[in-house]
DNA sequence: CAGGATTTGTGCGTATGTATA
DNA sequence: ATATACATACGCACAAATCCT
């Protein structure tokens, strides 16, 4: 059974059905199955992804495979070998630390250029993405909460207008997703809402300091939790700083 | 004649001569000959990149071709519309302002992780490369000192340490590379070689908080120079491949 | 607004290079 | 050291979409 939607079905009078939002090309929408494959963590780190076996299973080319297993490879989700193979990425500790780390610059540059720019159509989106995490919490999958996690942190680079900072972090975004997959932070994190709730009420506050402070504390939570997974295999006796 | 090394020859006694450091495939030489002709001008921004073309003008395959364009579309140096082709990106003013004011942004971050592990190593390297800097400025062309000017300003990124940082900067540095050829900012720049000389000095000075600032100001100085080239230059009509 | 030219997108067979068990 | 599995690369053919006259 084929994953991929084909376009040019020659039958008389096939149904146009599948046609819809069709657009894209099959590069795209064999990119796009696999990073969720990847993302919801039913590609475990380390897999190997063999082309020949993805073509028949997506019911493709393996030219086309090739050049999506590319776009991941470059959003830094897969990792090539030169004539060795094609792995999903897995991350070490260093790494998500680094990455908390880098996206903690960008969170503070972001606030800072959009402060000024806050209107009513960004607390009202603002706020409804909140809202979706908030419910996500509570009726949703793990995946899903991680998504609207995601998609609430990912407005602050939509709106700050600097369309250049939203594609890096469009490519960061992935690895910061996928820290979460492997550290599982959010479901650890020991008060989850709460300290979204205050990350929420502090990016509609009037004090933009406040918001470069919180942001900080926000992504330390993270990097705690990252933390406490890596060394989860011995118990810390004690704490690791703050 | 190709521009790329083939690796299987098959004529008896072919010299092994040129089978020296051949580890890379061809998708990476090829991808890496395209960038210098983008990077360094010679493929205009707006210049539509035939893949057949391209194919036989390398020697290589149009797969191959392929693959090494979609590896320059997703550093961002080139965009791809469906069916209709693959062009040379064209960065308007308002762009180029962002990637300097994002550059901004990861530079002082980068500072302020290297500031305490500033050792000898540091100094010396850091030192190499400015040098090497004010030399090109001297003695070769543009293209050059644009190059060593990049390399001067990676070193920062390559000794922060955080290794995320460095690949998002990797990204970046493509596109400031660019809006350097586009914009002809170091040129054009008042006083090029002063300005360098103050940066370096302060990054070997004491005071953090002085060299944040000086970043801001260094950047500054290349987003004048975009600014009055956008105003002084009317927008270049685009070509088709040469 | 046809319709043909151009170029990209896709598929497949095959040969060779490379890593690894 | 050999075998094997796989990635890499090539060439060709055709489909599909865009562009242009």
């Not at 064999?30 to 919801?40: G, I, P």
């Not at 060394?231 to 810390?236: F, I």
């Given at each position: 059974m084929s994953v991929i939607q084909k376009k040019g079905v020659k039958t008389a009078h096939a149904l146009p059905k599948f046609d819809v939002a069709l657009s894209r090309t099959?590069?795209?929408?064999?990119?796009?199955?696999?990073?969720?494959?990847?993302?919801?963590?039913q590609l475990a780190p380390g897999t190997q992804l063999v082309e020949a076996k993805l073509a028949s299973r997506f019911g493709v080319s393996r030219g086309s495979i090739r050049e999506a297993i590319w776009e991941l490879i470059d959003q830094g989700l897969l990792i090539n070998r030169p004539y060795a193979g094609t792995f999903v990425i897995s991350l070490d500790e260093k790494t998500m630390i680094e990455v908390f780390s880098l996206r903690g610059a960008l969170e503070r540059y972001a606030f800072t250029l959009l402060w000024p720019k806050r209107d009513g159509v960004f607390r009202e989106e603002f706020t409804a993405r909140h809202k979706a995490l908030v419910n996500a919490t509570r009726t949703q999958t793990r995946f899903d909460v991680i998504k609207a996690e995601m998609r609430f942190h990912s407005y602050s680079y939509e709106f700050c207008g600097n369309r250049v900072l939203l594609e890096v972090w469009e490519?960061?975004?992935?690895?910061?997703?996928?820290?979460?997959?492997?550290?599982?932070?959010?479901?650890r994190g020991t008060d989850f809402l709460g300290e979204s709730e205050r990350y929420y009420t502090t990016a509609l506050g009037d004090d933009l300091a406040e918001m470069l402070v919180e942001i900080d504390r926000h992504l330390e939570l993270g990097m705690l939790a990252?933390?406490?997974?890596?060394?989860?295999?011995?118990?810390?006796?004690?704490?690791?700083?703050?």
């Open positions: 099959r590069r795209a929408q064999v990119a796009d199955t696999l990073r969720n494959f990847v993302l919801s963590g490519q960061l975004s992935q690895k910061v997703h996928l820290s979460f997959v492997i550290s599982q932070a959010i479901v990252v933390r406490r997974f890596a060394h989860n295999a011995s118990p810390p006796a004690s704490k690791t700083t703050e």
